[in-house]
Structure formats: structure tokens, C-alpha cells
């Protein structure tokens, strides 16, 4: 059994950060409460923001360059002045 099957799909959100470039990064499978939960904690524009879904794959992206961070689709967070003019 796999950590993901202890998770009703409907429990289940798709997180998208789109950077000051303009790349987009799409991590499905995580938590609601574990994507809000890192957002509350103290993120700082000289770390990374590290996402870790409920099948344990990890994404860690450099603060500096997030745009914004959407879960499914909403827009929960928006990074710090633009570090990239495009």
C-alpha cells in the first residue's frame, strides 16, 4: 500500500508555481493542509520552498524566483518582487 492510497482523491489538490521566468511547475497529489502548512510557516526569500506530496516525491524551488503558487488553480501566495524583468 502506498501513502497516496490512504488519501481519498477528492482530499487530494494539484499545486502549480509559475516563477518570474514564466516556467510553470505542476505537483500533483498533496494534501490541502500540507500545502497551507507550508505556507504559514516563515518563508524567507533566501530559502527554498520544499513541497513533499503524499507519494513522497519533493519539489524544492529557490523562493526568489516564485511569481505565485496556485492550488488547483486559486492563487495562494505570491513571491516577492520580481528578482527577472521579462
Known amino acids: 500500500m502506498t501513502q497516496s492510497s490512504q488519501f481519498p482523491p477528492q482530499e487530494l ?49 529557490p523562493t526568489r524566483i516564485i511569481k505565485t503558487l496556485a492550488i488547483n488553480g486559486e492563487v495562494k501566495w505570491r513571491g516577492f518582487d520580481p528578482v527577472h524583468e521579462l
Open 13 to 61: 489538490v494539484e499545486v502549480s508555481i509559475e516563477t518570474t521566468l514564466g516556467a510553470v511547475y505542476k505537483f500533483p497529489d498533496m494534501t490541502r493542509a500540507a500545502v497551507e502548512r507550508v505556507l504559514k510557516d516563515n518563508i524567507s526569500l533566501q530559502g527554498d520552498l520544499v513541497l513533499t506530496n503524499v507519494s513522497t516525491a519533493a519539489l524544492v524551488v
